[in-house]
T-cell receptor
């Protein structure tokens, strides 16, 4: 069966520090991968999606970036965090791009102080 | 861009009550998803539907394409149903999901 792992679960970082959130999927090949952010009181916002290794599409301009160094690995990064980057970040995967069911990781709660 | 509205925002129910959560959207869609977000944050997909009705255990999801409206019903609610329920829609074509803000449900024993 397919599983998705995301870490760290909780992160407290100072403003201006770097960020790296990692997500891996097991049990499937060539998944479509997504990074979402959920700010307090708001709906999930798609940040990045990837249809293959090295292929990243950005939905929202920001100081975050994403990379996909391996087929089942998706990384969310920032060189310098802002206070506004605080939120709950979720990685997800699907079999088909933009169709079908989405499977989510457990999420990473980031607090920038 | 599709606008997704959920109601109510918050809902408190007594154990055993029948619960309805509503979702309306502004533009025609290819599919609608209902998701459940647990208190810890993890999200589970409950239903994906494009017409009619689906049932899984005590959960029932319906969609009316003409009225651009969907409902999620929970029969015989239980405290373990307490969670945030999120509606998300996919526009026709190869576009990402658009999410509602969620409905926070608390079921009291």
């Amino acid at each position: 069966s397919q599983t998705i792992h995301q870490w760290p679960a909780t992160l407290v970082q100072p403003v201006g520090s770097p960020l790296s959130l990692e997500c891996t999927v097991e049990g499937t090949s060539n998944p479509n991968l997504y990074w979402y952010r959920q700010a307090a009181g708001r709906g999930l916002q798609l940040l990045f999606y990837s249809v293959g290794i090295g292929q990243i599409s950005s939905e929202v301009p920001q100081n975050l970036s994403a990379s996909r160094p391996q087929d089942r690995q998706f990384i969310l990064s920032s060189k310098k965090l802002l206070l506004s980057d605080s939120g709950f970040y979720l990685c997800a995967w699907s079999v088909l791009m933009n169709t079908g069911e989405l499977f989510f990781g457990e999420g990473s709660r980031l607090t920038v102080l | 861009k599709n606008e997704v509205e959920q109601s109510p925002q918050n809902l408190t129910a007594q154990e055993g009550e029948f619960i309805t959560i509503n979702c309306s959207y502004s533009v025609g869609i290819s599919a609608l998803h209902w998701l459940q977000q647990h208190p810890g944050g993890g999200i589970v997909s409950l239903f994906m539907l494009s017409s009619g009705k689906k049932k899984h255990g005590r959960l029932i999801a319906t969609i009316n394409i003409q009225e651009k409206h969907s409902s999620l019903h929970i029969t015989a609610s239980h405290p373990r149903d307490s969670a945030v329920y999120i509606c998300a829609v996919r526009n026709s074509g190869n576009t990402p999901l658009v999410f509602g803000k969620g409905t926070r449900l608390s079921v009291i024993a």
